[in-house]
């Protein structure tokens, strides 16, 4: 696992700005990332092989992949923050000795990045790993940095650096001829949307990013985070169910399980606050159950979550989103779209806003009667979009929006859609 922090991001980010040139800056980061994933899959082979009761042998492929590391001056109890840190300090205290030309400036920085030994750790990596049906590697927390403020064009670049790497370093440890052994190598980037929606902005060709959007469209599959979580707690009692035993029946008329679902965004983390929230409130009432009062007080605590969510989401974008989302406080959740074009024109918004509200899922769009899509991607929008203009067409009206449930109990919005 790579879970970088804001600190370590910070950090590169200001060996970036000092190379000048964009297709130096580029070609560093693509390989600080080659060099990185390279020795992060060697050092955690090497661990797992030394934690074994057998340890390992003199003389193994495993052995001569310790030694050179070793040999790099990388020890097997080293993390990645150490050595990314080790990696940006070096370059950014040689950056005065950075040659002018493009060809011995990457020289330059290939030497500080070990870049050639990086082929005879491949060929030892294949030796000494080539038992394993798979090698994963997730990557995590690039998200960290990405706070009001920061330099978004340069932390996208950042990102755009180790999805490029990604391929590269897939591909090469895949390969397989007289030198090397293949390794089924995967490397996952966990990625916030409206992240990769900036990142894709900086590509040259976007469309060669591999992606996979992960969506929680099916209510029942949400579900299970929670009945899943709490049978595996109780794996002494067959049939646990954490609806009949943990929660009241009905809340505000409701099943309770359906009432969840309902009020929050289709996210597992959301679900599972509420759930907590809910959970901490009757512990300090001493209820026996979750009761519906405690939901009740629960959900103002979540809606306050993720409205600070959307906030932040909203931080590379030129939207002053915190004025326009209390423009909606008090209101009926159902409004036309004459309503919510002028209520967000009062706070300088418009257009602009109420679409990035559609697209964060804050609005859903009304697509046949008394029915609103909140859209997870842009072909859902586009969708919705026309599906909702000609049902306003037949209907004789502006097309209507509606507030998404979670949003609504912090800003006091009235539910008008619960039954």
Do not use: C
Request: hydrophobic share 45%; net charge negative.
């Amino acid at each position: 696992m790579i879970k970088p922090s804001s600190y370590e991001l910070e950090g590169l980010l200001g060996v970036i700005h000092h190379l000048k040139q964009r297709e130096l800056g580029d070609y560093f980061l693509e390989g600080l990332w080659r060099y990185l994933l390279y020795t992060e899959v060697a050092i955690s082979a090497v661990r797992e092989a030394e934690a074994r009761p057998a340890g390992i042998a003199i003389g193994s492929a495993m052995d001569q992949l310790r030694a050179e590391m070793v040999s790099i001056g990388i020890q097997a109890d080293e993390d990645f923050a150490v050595r990314l840190e080790n990696v940006v300090k070096q370059l950014h205290d040689d950056l005065a000795e950075l040659p002018s030309s493009t060809g011995d400036a990457r020289s330059f920085i290939n030497e500080r990045l070990n870049a050639g030994v990086l082929a005879d750790l491949r060929r030892t990596l294949g030796l000494a790993v080539q038992d394993r049906e798979r090698v994963a590697v997730l990557i995590d927390n690039l998200d960290k940095a990405w706070e009001r403020g920061t330099d978004y064009p340069l932390l996208a670049r950042l990102i755009l650096g180790l999805l490029t790497a990604v391929g590269k370093v897939e591909r090469e440890f895949r390969r397989e001829d007289s030198w090397r052994r293949g390794v089924n190598l995967s490397l996952t980037v966990f990625l916030r949307a409206d992240i990769y929606n900036v990142v894709a902005q900086h590509a040259r060709e976007p469309d060669k990013i591999s992606t996979l959007s992960i969506e929680w469209k099916d209510p029942e599959l949400l579900a299970r985070v929670i009945e899943d979580r709490y049978a595996a707690a109780h794996e002494s009692l067959p049939g646990a169910n954490v609806w009949t035993e943990l929660f009241d029946a009905e809340v505000q008329g409701v099943p309770t399980r359906d009432y969840l679902l309902w009020r929050v965004l289709p996210r597992p983390r959301d679900l599972v606050y509420l759930g907590n929230a809910a959970l901490t409130a009757a512990v300090n009432r001493r209820h026996e159950q979750v009761t519906s009062d405690d939901i009740i007080f629960a959900e103002k605590g979540y809606s306050l979550f993720a409205l600070d969510a959307l906030l932040v989401e909203s931080y590379a974008t030129d939207i002053d989103l915190e004025n326009s989302l209390y423009e909606f406080a008090g209101l009926d959740s159902t409004l036309d779209e004459t309503q919510v074009v002028q209520l967000l024109n009062g706070v300088g918004g418009g257009l602009v806003t109420r679409d990035w509200l559609v697209r964060a899922g804050f609005l859903g769009l009304e697509v046949s009667d008394e029915h609103f899509e909140y859209v997870q991607d842009a072909a859902a929008e586009r969708r919705a979009r026309v599906l909702g203009r000609r049902l306003a067409e037949r209907n004789g009206r502006p097309s209507r929006l509606r507030v998404h449930p979670a949003f609504r109990p912090y800003l006091e919005i009235r539910d008008d859609d619960l039954h």
